[in-house]
């Protein structure tokens, strides 16, 4: 199981770009890597995936290095509303045959300061 | 658009009660979905999963089951709560395979 591993809090201030970090040395070469915004009481948001390089999108981009054995979530100038638990899961699902268990990171708690 | 609800929001029940929490899927067909556990503070715990109607997989040993009675529906159960069954839980749903999940807003549950 990719077991991942993430800083438990970070701050930051508003208008700055916020980097987190999730490690997850055993991924194996189908596991996709995904990241979600929770807040409090709700259900997490998606916010970005990827597999490999890359990825962009309107609110954030994600980095993974070439041996995946990490990847990074940036945020660019984060707003107060960012304040939030960050999590990566990292796994795989085929529901054509046995899934590989979903691993949920301890998630990041991010405070951003005014 | 697609949608997903569980209810109740909240639920405050004795040991050795029965449970019942659903979920339901709109705007989609043949979802892929889960039910997840978050103890206060942690991370999320995945503890079924589906694929199709009748077909659910479990994560982990524990006192809960799960049922998908109809392509939309997923029923988290249990016959006799226990202590350690509190929690938030989460339903999600994904379209196919490593697609992202979509999550509810949750149900807190609380045994006494």
């Known amino acids: 199981l990719a077991k991942t591993t993430q800083p438990i809090s970070m701050d930051s201030y508003e208008g700055q770009e916020v980097n987190i970090t999730c490690s997850h040395n055993?991924?194996?070469?189908?596991?996709?890597i995904t990241w979600y915004q929770q807040f409090p009481s709700q259900g997490p948001r998606f916010i970005i995936q990827g597999y490999k390089t890359k990825v962009t999108n309107e609110v954030a981009s994600l980095f993974i290095p070439a041996d995946r054995k990490s990847s990074t979530l940036s945020l660019p100038r984060v707003s107060l509303s960012d304040t939030a638990v960050y999590y990566c899961?990292?796994?795989?699902?085929?529901?054509?045959?046995?899934?590989?268990?979903?691993?949920f990171g301890s998630g990041t708690q991010l405070t951003v300061l005014p | 658009s697609q949608t997903i609800h569980q209810w109740p929001a909240t639920l405050v029940q004795p040991v050795g009660s029965p449970l019942s929490l659903e979920c339901t899927v709109e705007g989609t067909s043949n979802p892929n979905l889960y039910w997840y556990r978050q103890a206060a503070g942690r991370g999320l715990q995945l503890l079924f999963y589906?694929?199709?109607?009748?077909?659910i997989s479990s994560e982990v040993p524990q006192n809960l089951s799960a049922s998908r009675p109809q392509d939309r529906q997923f029923i988290l159960s249990s016959k006799k709560l226990l202590l350690s069954d509190s929690g938030f839980y989460l339903c999600?749903?994904?379209?196919?395979?490593?697609?992202?999940?979509?999550f509810g807003d949750g149900t807190r549950l609380s045994i006494l």
């Open positions: 899961l990292v796994g795989v699902h085929h529901s054509s045959g046995s899934a590989r268990q979903l691993t």
């Open positions: 999600a749903w994904s379209e196919q395979d490593n697609q992202p999940q979509h």
């Open positions: 055993n991924i194996a070469t189908n596991d996709y």
């Open positions: 589906s694929v199709g109607i009748g077909q």
